[in-house]
Nanobody
Framework: QVQLVESGGGLVQPGGSLRLSCAASGFGFSSYGMVWVRQSTGKGLEWVSG????????SYADSVKGRFTISRDNAQNTLFLQMNSLRPEDTAVYYC???????????????????WGRGTQVTVSS
C-alpha cells in the first residue's frame, strides 16, 4: 500500500535552514506529482510546494517563494524540501502527499490529495 514517511524536521532559529525528506513506497513514484503541505496549530492546511513527476516543473506558495526549494530523486523514491531563511511563521507540521485520482497533479488544491504521510514538526524559534 501507499506509504509516505517524512523526516528532517526539528527546532531551528530564525534565519536557519532545514532539509525535509519524504520516503515513498507502494506506488509508482516516478509517475506522480508530489507536494508538501503544512499545518500550523489552529490553522488549516496550506499547500507549500509541488513538483511534477519528472522533476522538471515546480510551483511554490508566495509565502515560501525564494526561500524553499522542492526536489525529488526518482531513483531513490524520495521527495525533498530545502528550507532556508526560516521564519517563525514557518512553524508547522509538514506533510508530503499525492493524488491517486489525479497522479500528475501537484498544485495548490489540497482537497485533491488523498494519500498523506504522518508529518514532521518544524519549529522556528529563538
Amino acid at each position: 500500500q501507499v506509504q509516505l514517511v517524512e523526516s528532517g524536521g526539528g527546532l531551528v532559529q530564525p534565519g536557519g535552514s532545514l532539509r525535509l525528506s519524504c520516503a515513498a513506497s507502494g506506488f509508482g513514484f516516478s509517475s506522480y506529482g508530489m507536494v508538501w503541505v503544512r499545518q500550523s496549530t489552529g490553522k488549516g492546511l496550506e499547500w507549500v510546494s509541488g513538483i511534477g513527476s519528472e522533476g522538471g516543473s515546480t510551483s511554490y506558495a508566495d509565502s515560501v517563494k525564494g526561500r524553499f526549494t522542492i526536489s525529488r530523486d526518482n531513483a531513490q523514491n524520495t521527495l525533498f524540501l530545502q528550507m532556508n531563511s526560516l521564519r517563525p511563521e514557518d512553524t508547522a507540521v509538514y506533510y508530503c502527499a499525492i493524488s491517486k485520482r489525479r497522479p500528475e497533479y501537484y498544485l495548490g488544491n489540497v482537497g485533491e490529495y488523498d494519500y498523506w504521510g504522518r508529518g514532521t514538526q518544524v519549529t522556528v524559534s529563538s
